[in-house]
């Protein structure tokens, strides 16, 4: 499903170059989910963020569902965007905007028509267990419910892929287990792949099938969770 070869991502500063990833290849299959870990600034939001190519690597290739996501213009990213979802550690709400327009705002964006919208919208927040806050701005919720808002306007036009770039950081542990049960019913009911960095361990233990593990932007290790994590 998604397929790094060869990428390479480098910044320049006045210190000096740094490599933040540095000929990484990987291979990830439709419906898994999977983990890249590594301590911070090992590379793992560069990596992911290449995937949807908000990060443009400077060597290498980034193919999703066959699609060579470094190769596409303007008009061509944005169709493949719209494949591939993600959410963030802050969430990245709109704070002026209502729950509501939040979840509508991508298909806005994609000039569907009003109707569709409102009833797609719907449908988003019946299903994440959001309906009763649909008038609400994001200040009014928890950081659980807010997650949720994040995951619907990521899935709002039907992505194949969700990126999760440190999803249940800022969240206490009872509501990181509500989202990492979620995204495992996404996974199992809309074959969703799912790629999700994190630095916390039991998280990649507790949902991922495989993982890779970054490090000074090399994957030095990746394999099935249970065989890189050897439990004790
Ligand atoms: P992680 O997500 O694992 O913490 P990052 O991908 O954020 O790692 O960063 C990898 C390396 O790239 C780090 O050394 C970081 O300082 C550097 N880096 C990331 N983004 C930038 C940037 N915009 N400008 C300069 N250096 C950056
Ligand atoms: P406010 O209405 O509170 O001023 P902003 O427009 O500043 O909100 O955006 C709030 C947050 O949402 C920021 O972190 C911003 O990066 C993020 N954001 C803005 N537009 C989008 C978008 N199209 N998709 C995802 N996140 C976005």
Redesign the pocket.
Known sequence: MIRLEGVTRR?S?RAGD?V?LDNVDLEIGRGEIFGVV?R???????LIRTINRLETPDGGRVIVDGEDITALDAKGLLKARRRIGMIFQHFNLLNSKTIEANVAFPLMLEGRPKAEITARVAELLAQLGLAEHAKKYPRQLSGGQKQRVGIARALACGPQVLLCDEATSALDPETTEDILNLLDQLNRELGLTIVM?THQMEVVRRVCDRVAV?KDGKVVETGRTADVFLNP
């Not at 911070?40 to 560069?46: D, H, I, L, N, Y």
């Open positions: 910044y500063s740094r933040a590594g911070s600034g090992a590379g793992k939001s560069t960095i970054l």
